[in-house]
């Protein structure tokens, strides 16, 4: 086998014009065959295939293509499929069930891979499930890349412990899902035995083990041993290199380097320069590194003069022969490139680098590294580069001198409001006087087609400003209509001019770019566009105050203000590199607390700053954890601390894990937090009576993420459950989350039941 130089971890698979949702959702709606799907699959991995090829990578994978996720295919190979799936004897329906669900058949669960927005299928390990191990669905992929000219394709697995760590146990929650180490190890042998079979020569295998970055890593040490001791035995014809990225993972690193495989990839750099710490085990062992130098999570364009300095640091402990050069990760993380990208700013365009020039860069970055002559299309990258890293550095639409003087004055703004809680809630109910359990919704209401098409078509220039906004008028009219016929008491405008919550704020900042093309998967056919925040923030001009304004003179009872928090903006965009996150964190907040201040001064007197991803942006390591705690706060309080003590502060969030972070939450110091409970029981909510938490609280009375309607006995049961554990002074009637994607004919129904609850439970009182 030549020698391998440069490697890819994993590549996107939805398709730069996003073909694999398409083919996807056509046969879904079963208006496509299933042939067409696998044509539509196989032109997307070739494709993909030949762009590696072409820039000349060395590793390329073969089986990093998916119909849905990359952990749904191993629980396939491993043959653990839920039990309730197994009856279905079509495989295709098999797997799409388990992803999707069916009518008889709840689908697996999903969640978040690691500290990213994509989400993984959640292994469902019962003490009683038998798997069985079969390569074939591999050995296709395999034999298939071959055929299109790939010398070596690299084989991705996801590695047992990551496996068993993101599992979940149906019969026994509490039980680590780890302590079935001994049932799972015999099948990633079996699936290994059979994969050594596949040809004469070295067959590399990459074992994915992102685990190894978390604290879990300091305590699994046997097991990693074991592992790879075992697996990295079973054939000589298999090397396996074991990856990691997200942080660093020294702690497993030094036990792989006692095992048998061929090489462990660290990301150099999310990992803060912790995974030096690892070198010299790995050059005394002799393995190879695969050094993750290439950002596989953000789309700035690399400083290739700055990356040759790490790599040759790196490369003065492990000798230069023995270092491959990667992306930090799988680029499935950004979007797929920048060719169709006809509308954005030049010069903005001139900073980013998406997948396929992520590989450009490792290739030119590679020729440096090795001192090989540069041809000429790797100059003119370098010089590109350089160029638009020089400018990027001096541009006046990067820094804005008004914003940095702004900064310099934070220090005072980084604070809690002045007036504490308890002084403040007494006057705001003087000033709203309404009643306990008070009744709300989270802010938008359902987002018809005709709705969505009217945005676009104003959007695209095919209507006019006068007509979008008579049409969202109506809309908001209509809708502050029906709250008061159902005789909700706070009211809300409906969110009906959003899109998205991030989008419609990311438009309307200065410092904030936006890509025609820039998707990125977050779960099976789903796409994200996150914004591109690339210089200073600011706020030309108020958001949404005509709206809020509007929906407030159609109304006597009070209309919240909706705006989405700092830390949620920032997490769910693609933020500059140029400076620390939590500046611009604080430069996102100071534009938002324009907004607060504005939406007070016009007379909305609740304001609601949403921080749906506050939990998400949490460091994987916990030693990080107390620095992002700290700027999310000092933003969300930069955002809202200049609302008068009359003037009520909402935050909402969407989950349930609130137990690690309850201090924080209390920290946050808003009038009113609304969370997601109604799927959770009320165990949550004993959490915070237990913290002894003095504000008020909406714990969502039913689940919107379903379209039945709860009956208002359900909610009075639910309602009289909130009693038990926190007085009636303190609690607020709300649905768990916004009602976008619900239609009307349901929202209508279960809203009225909650009001209809609501007006029961007050006569007991
Ligand atoms: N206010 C937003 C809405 O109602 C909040 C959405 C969210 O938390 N994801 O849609
Ligand atoms: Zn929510």
Request: hydrophobic share 40%.
């Amino acid at each position: 086998m030549s020698r391998i130089e440069t490697w890819n971890i994993g590549f996107g698979r939805i398709g730069e014009k996003r073909e694999l949702k398409f083919a996807l959702e056509k046969y879904w709606k079963k208006e496509s065959s299933l042939e067409e799907l696998e044509k539509t699959s196989a032109q997307l991995r070739r494709r993909h295939w030949d762009y590696q090829c072409a820039v000349g990578i060395d590793a390329i994978s073969c089986n990093d293509f998916s119909w849905y996720d990359q952990t749904l295919d191993m629980i396939v190979a491993l043959g653990l499929e839920p039990e309730r799936f197994r009856t279905i004897s079509d495989p295709v329906e098999r797997y799409f069930a388990m992803a999707r669900g069916d009518e008889s058949r709840p689908a697996m669960e999903m969640t978040k891979w690691f500290n990213t927005n994509y989400h993984y299928i959640v292994p469902e390990l019962s003490a009683a499930l038998q798997g069985r191990a079969d390569a074939s669905g591999i050995i296709a992929r395999y034999a298939e890349a071959k055929a299109q000219g790939i010398e070596h394709p690299k084989i991705n697995l996801i590695g047992p412990l990551t496996f068993l760590a993101n599992a979940k146990r149906p019969d026994s929650p509490d039980v680590d899902a780890l302590g079935l180490f001994d049932r799972i190890l015999p099948l990633y042998e079996t699936l290994l035995t059979q994969l050594a079979q596949l040809d004469e020569e070295e067959i590399i295998i990459q074992m994915e083990e992102p685990v190894f970055v978390t604290d879990k890593a300091a305590q699994m040490g046997l097991l990693i041993r074991n592992a790879y001791e075992r697996l990295a035995s079973i054939d000589s014809r298999l090397k396996l290199y074991v990856v990691s990225y997200f942080d660093h993972a020294v702690e497993a690193a030094r036990v792989l380097a006692q095992t048998p495989v061929a090489g462990i990839g660290l990301d150099f750099l999310y990992d803060e320069g912790q995974n030096r710490e690892a070198l010299q085990a790995i050059a005394d062992s002799g393995k190879t590194l695969i050094a993750g130098v290439i950002d596989g999570r953000n789309i700035w364009r690399t400083d290739l003069d700055k990356r040759l300095e790490l790599l040759e640091s790196i490369a003065q402990t492990v000798p230069a022969e023995r270092v491959i050069l990667s992306p930090s990760c799988s680029l499935l993380h950004i979007p797929f490139t920048l060719r169709y990208e006809e509308k954005m700013d030049p010069a903005v365009k001139s900073y980013l680098a998406f997948a396929t020039e992520r590989l450009e860069e490792l290739n030119v970055l590679n020729a440096l590294f090795r001192k090989k002559s540069l041809a000429e299309s790797q100059h003119q990258v370098l010089e590109e580069s350089r160029c638009a890293l020089a400018k990027r550095r001096e541009s006046s639409h990067v820094t804005d001198p008004a914003v940095q003087e702004r900064m310099k004055a934070l220090d005072t703004l980084r604070r809690k409001r002045k007036t504490p809680f308890k002084e403040r809630i007494v006057t705001q109910h003087r000033r709203f006087g309404y009643k306990p359990l008070a009744t709300t919704t989270i802010g938008s209401f359902p987002q018809t087609p005709e709705l969505r098409k009217m945005r676009r078509d104003y959007k695209e220039g095919r209507i006019d400003a006068e007509t979008y906004e008579r049409y969202i008028e109506e809309q908001i009219k209509a809708c502050v209509e029906f709250q008061e016929r159902i005789d909700l008491e706070i009211l809300v405008h409906g969110e009906f001019e959003r899109n998205d919550m991030v989008e419609y704020f990311g438009e309307q900042l200065s410092g904030v770019a936006f890509s025609e093309n820039g998707w990125v998967q977050s779960y099976g056919s789903r796409c994200v566009k996150p914004p591109l925040i690339y210089g200073d923030v600011s706020r030309p001009a108020p958001m949404t105050v005509r709206w809020s304004t509007f929906a407030q003179s159609l109304t006597e009872r009070p209309m919240k203000g909706m705006l989405t928090g700092p830390v949620t903006i920032l997490n769910w965009s693609f933020v500059r590199d140029d400076q620390p996150r939590s500046e611009t964190c604080y430069q996102i907040a100071l534009a938002i607390r324009d907004e607060v201040d504005d939406l007070q001064k016009a007379g909305i007197g609740m304001i609601q700053v949403d921080e749906a991803a506050f939990k998400e942006g949490y460091p994987l390591r916990s030693a990080k954890r107390p620095e992002y705690e700290r700027f999310a706060l000092e933003s969300f309080w930069i955002a809202t601390n200049v609302a008068e003590p009359e003037t009520q502060i909402h935050t909402h969030m969407c989950y349930s894990e609130f137990n690690d972070i309850i201090d924080t939450i209390e920290g946050m110091d808003a009038d009113v937090i609304s969370i997601e409970t109604a799927r959770s029981g009320n165990v949550l909510l004993r959490i915070f009576k237990e913290r002894g938490y003095e504000m008020e609280i909406g714990p969502g009375v039913y689940d919107i993420h379903s379209p039945r309607v709860p009956s208002v006995d359900e909610m009075v049961d639910q309602i009289h459950a909130l009693l038990e554990v926190l007085p009636p002074r303190q609690l607020w009637i709300n649905p768990d989350c916004g009602l976008k994607t619900r239609g009307w004919p349901e929202v209508e129904a279960s809203l009225a039941n909650m009001v209809q609850a609501v007006k029961e439970v007050r006569q007991e009182l």
